[in-house]
T-cell receptor
Framework: GQNIDQPTEMTATEGAIVQINCTYQ??????LFWYQQHAGEAPTFLSY??LDGLEEKGRFSSFLSRSKGYSYLLLKELQMKDSASYLC??????????WGAGTKLIIKP | GAVVSQHPSRVICKSGTSVKIECRSL??????MFWYRQFPKKSLMLMAT?????????EQGVEKDKFLINHASLTLSTLTVTSAHPEDSSFYIC?????????FGPGTRLLVL
C-alpha cells in the first residue's frame, strides 16, 4: 500500500530551527509537496521537490532523497506565526496526491 | 503560483437541501481536480479525482450519488452535496492540477443544520 509517515507533533522555541521529517512508500513518484495549514484554513503551498537535493526558500528549506524515500522541511528563525500543521504529500505515478497525516508544530516563546 | 478559487467560502443550509461548491483554476487549465474533505484535527481525506470531460473517480467509502462531481471544463469543477445531513458538515477543499504542480482552493465550510 501507499504510505506517508511524519511525526504527529513537535515543539520548538521561537528563534530556533526545527526539522520535520517525512518518509514515503508510494507506487511511483512525481514529486513531493510540503504544505502549511493553520487551523480552519486550507493548506498553503510551501515547497515542491522532484529532484534530489535541497531547495531553499527564505526561512524554509525542503530536502528530498528519492532513493531513501525521505524528505524533510527545515524551518529557521522560528516565529510564533509558524505554529501550524505541516503536511507532506507525494504525487504518485497517476499524479494523485498521497497525504501524510500532518505534523502539528507548536512554537513556544 | 497557480491560483485556485472556491465558492462559496462558507455555507449554512437546512438538512435535506443540496449545496453546490465551485472550484475554479483562475490562471491555468487544470486537467485534473481533486476534492478533499477535512474533519477536525485530521488530515485531508481525498474524496474523488475528476478529469475534464470524464466521470470522476471516487475513493472507497465515498457515495458518488451523494457527492456529485462535474468537471465540465478545464477551469471549473463542481461538487454538489445532495440531500445534505448534519454529518456532512465539514471543510471541503479542492485542488487543481496541471503538469504535476497545482494548488489548493481556500476551502468551503459547510454547516448543515
Amino acid at each position: 500500500g501507499q504510505n506517508i509517515d511524519q511525526p504527529t507533533e513537535m515543539t520548538a522555541t521561537e528563534g530556533a530551527i526545527v526539522q520535520i521529517n517525512c518518509t514515503y512508500q508510494t507506487s511511483g513518484f512525481n514529486g513531493l509537496f510540503w504544505y502549511q495549514q493553520h487551523a480552519g484554513e486550507a493548506p498553503t503551498f510551501l515547497s515542491y521537490n522532484v529532484l534530489d537535493g535541497l531547495e531553499e526558500k527564505g526561512r524554509f528549506s525542503s530536502f528530498l532523497s528519492r532513493s531513501k524515500g525521505y524528505s524533510y522541511l527545515l524551518l529557521k528563525e522560528l516565529q510564533m506565526k509558524d505554529s501550524a500543521s505541516y503536511l507532506c504529500a507525494v504525487t504518485d505515478s497517476n499524479y494523485q496526491l498521497i497525504w501524510g497525516a500532518g505534523t502539528k508544530l507548536i512554537i513556544k516563546p | 503560483g497557480a491560483v485556485v478559487s472556491q465558492h462559496p467560502s462558507r455555507v449554512i443550509c437546512k438538512s435535506g437541501t443540496s449545496v453546490k461548491i465551485e472550484c475554479r483554476s483562475l490562471d491555468f487549465q487544470a486537467t485534473t481536480m481533486f476534492w478533499y474533505r477535512q474533519f477536525p484535527k485530521k488530515s485531508l481525506m481525498l474524496m474523488a479525482t475528476s478529469n475534464e470531460g470524464s466521470k470522476a473517480t471516487y475513493e472507497q467509502g465515498v457515495e458518488k450519488d451523494k457527492f456529485l462531481i462535474n468537471h465540465a471544463s478545464l477551469t471549473l469543477s463542481t461538487l454538489t452535496v445532495t440531500s445534505a445531513h448534519p454529518e456532512d458538515s465539514s471543510f471541503y477543499i479542492c485542488s487543481a492540477l496541471a503538469g504535476g504542480v497545482g494548488d489548493f482552493g481556500p476551502g468551503t465550510r459547510l454547516l448543515v443544520l
